[in-house]
């Protein structure tokens, strides 16, 4: 079984980085796609980015693409979120997950991380 620890979260103000780290443990085929998530207070989770482990071009959501990067190290089964010119509405509780195949639906994806806090200050 997949388990997920992220980190790097904290305040930050308008315009600064943060670059969120997830810990994979237990990695199988079944957790072929790593994703990045984010859940606003009253919000919907919506994704954010992913990346396959073999390879292959990451995926971003609209709002984010160009500012934030999703990048993978396998020697270390760690995926990371460097987030740059971050806005106040990147406000969010962030989440880590994987799954068995490429798509932004979070119901696809079967393994969570416990998420970890992003403030951005105006």
């Known amino acids: 079984q997949v388990q997920l620890v992220e980190s790097g979260g904290g305040l930050v103000q308008a315009g600064g980085s943060l670059r969120l780290s997830c810990a994979a443990s237990g990695r199988t085929l079944s957790s072929n796609v790593m994703g990045w998530f984010r859940q606003a207070p009253g919000k919907e989770r919506d994704f954010v980015a992913g990346?396959?482990?073999?390879?292959?071009?990451?995926y971003y959501a609209d709002s984010v693409r160009g500012r934030f990067t999703i990048s993978r190290d396998n020697a270390k089964n760690t995926v990371y979120l460097q987030m740059n010119s971050l806005k106040p509405e990147d406000t969010a509780v962030y989440y880590c997950?994987?799954?068995?195949?490429?798509?932004?639906?979070?119901?696809?994806?079967?393994?969570w991380g416990q998420g970890t806090q992003v403030t951005v200050s105006s």
């Open positions: 997950a994987a799954g068995p195949r490429v798509t932004r639906v979070a119901s696809v994806y079967d393994v």
């Open positions: 990346i396959t482990w073999s390879g292959g071009s990451p």
